[in-house]
């Protein structure tokens, strides 16, 4: 089992650039992909895009490519999820969660918290 | 793009047994789209429940199953008790990428 532990809430105005993070622990983080989520309020759940740490490998929603850029630091665990300009629409809550290859086959195990995001003018 | 269709409600007394299901644009669900579930209540995070079909995670109620059925992926809930209202939504992986469905919101009552 992994633990997920995500930064906190952030405020920020439309333009202005931001980087949120998930911290994992446990010797399997790097091996296992991390996804982001997002949840607009009173929406849904969306994937926006996965990363392997281990190898840096990186699969991104064809809604969410060019919008978003995800990144990870394998030495300390960590992952990112990184906007260069938000938007307004940007607001939302963001998950990470962590899945990987079980026997039977692929399963999201761990979630964190949830960072709140609110860009607003 | 894929679309994945849940029922966006569903009603169960206390007891009961429910079933929600989980369609995908692409055509029958199979074990290759690695069907998974999560839970969520009001104000909290998410929880996996289902991966992979049919696997339970160590802390899945043993009244939650998952399976195939009709070319749905499905989430039984036999017995269901207060605690079970919440949000429940499917994840199917589809040609490399993963895809939500619109979550159904299971009340007790």
């Known amino acids: 089992e992994v633990q997920l532990v995500q930064s906190g809430a952030e405020v920020k105005k439309p333009g202005e650039s931001l980087k949120i993070s998930c911290k994992g622990s446990?010797?399997?983080?790097?091996?296992?992909?991390i996804a982001w989520v997002r949840q607009t309020p009173g929406k849904g759940l969306e994937w926006m895009g996965s990363?392997?740490?281990?190898?840096?490998?990186?699969r991104y929603s064809p809604s969410f490519q060019g919008q978003v850029t995800i990144s990870a630091d394998k030495p300390t665990l960590i992952a990112y999820l990184q906007w260069n300009s938000l938007k307004a629409s940007d607001t939302a809550m963001y998950y990470c969660?962590?899945?990987?290859?079980?026997?039977?086959?692929?399963?999201?195990?761990?979630w964190g918290q949830g960072t709140l995001v609110t860009a607003s003018s | 793009q894929t679309v994945v269709t849940q029922e966006p409600s569903l009603s169960v007394s206390p007891g009961g047994t429910a079933t929600l299901t989980c369609a995908s644009s692409?055509?029958?669900?199979?074990?290759?789209?690695?069907p998974n579930w999560v839970q969520q209540k009001p104000g909290q995070a998410p929880r996996a429940l289902i991966y992979?079909?049919?696997n339970k995670q160590s802390w899945t109620p043993a009244r939650f199953s998952g399976s195939l059925l009709g070319g749905r992926a499905a989430l039984t809930l036999s017995g269901v008790q207060p605690e079970d209202e919440a949000d429940y939504y499917c994840?199917?992986?589809?040609?490399?990428?993963?895809?939500f469905g619109g979550g159904t919101k299971l009340t007790v009552l």
């Open positions: 992979s079909t049919n």
């Open positions: 446990g010797n399997s983080f790097a091996s296992y992909w």
């Open positions: 969660a962590t899945y990987y290859y079980h026997s039977a086959g692929y399963g999201f195990d761990d």
């Open positions: 994840l199917l992986y589809v040609g490399g990428a993963w895809v």
């Open positions: 692409t055509g029958a669900v199979t074990s290759a789209y690695h």
């Open positions: 990363i392997r740490p281990d190898d840096s490998d990186t």
